[in-house]
């Protein structure tokens, strides 16, 4: 009887863990992740230009975006400003800043914002500019020269063959990493069992 009950226990655990260890944060790439590095092309420093992603949103909610970038010069004074909108006409939906000194060169850095509520399957554009604006100083973000289905880049007001290097972010359970978790940890004590079977 003791033995059931320290399994149920056990198995109690492992699921509350493994349901903790899903919520994650789920990352839904607007981009083509099969395009190798080394085909990215840079939009250069954003000046007085403004740059426009348009995509479509796969998850009920969201709560950030990456975009991959590149810092040029002294950046200290620089913010990073976006915003992001929705419809026809387009309504603002969420917007901040990022200091531009804080961004990591050449990685993917986190726009964050309040969540976007009921978001799943709706266009939403994404507004990204300098401020203030230099031609020697400032960043660069990077586009793919493919347009993805769904998506519409602008560059200076200019619509651009290619899709911003950009990833959506929703904190969320995840049934999949729910999944593998258990069957690792079933994995784990099946083979514990087998050895001390075999050593004892």
């Known amino acids: 009887m003791k033995k059931r009950v320290s399994w149920i226990v056990m198995i109690i655990l492992v699921l509350v863990f493994a349901y903790w260890y899903a919520h ?4 839904n790439m607007i981009y083509d992740k099969g395009v190798d590095n ?31 970038c590149q810092v040029t010069g002294d950046v200290t ?26 961004l990591k060169a050449s990685k993917f850095n986190k726009l964050t914002f309040d969540t976007i509520e009921d978001s799943r399957d709706k266009e939403y554009t994404l507004s990204i500019w300098s401020d203030p604006v230099s031609a020697r100083k400032g960043v660069s973000f990077y586009y793919q020269p493919e347009t993805e289905e769904g998506t519409e880049l602008t560059i200076g007001g200019s619509a651009v063959n290619g899709t911003m290097i950009m990833r959506t972010v929703t904190n969320r359970f995840d049934m999949e ?9 079933a994995f784990i004590t099946a083979f514990m069992k087998i050895l001390y079977k075999l050593f004892e």
Not at 24 to 27: E, G, L, T
Not at 87 to 102: K, L
Not at 177 to 185: A, E, N, R
Request: charged letters at 20%; hydrophobic letters at 35%.
């Open 24 to 27: 994650i944060a789920k990352m």
């Open 38 to 68: 080394s085909e990215y092309i840079s939009m250069g420093i954003l000046e007085d230009q403004r740059v426009e992603q348009k995509f479509v949103c796969r998850e009920d909610t969201m709560d950030g975006i990456y975009v991959k």
């Open 177 to 185: 990493t729910f999944c593998v978790v258990i069957i690792f940890i």
């Open 77 to 102: 004074d620089v913010n990073v400003c976006y915003r992001i909108t929705s419809g026809s006409p387009n309504t603002p939906v969420a917007s901040g800043s990022y200091p531009a000194s804080e």
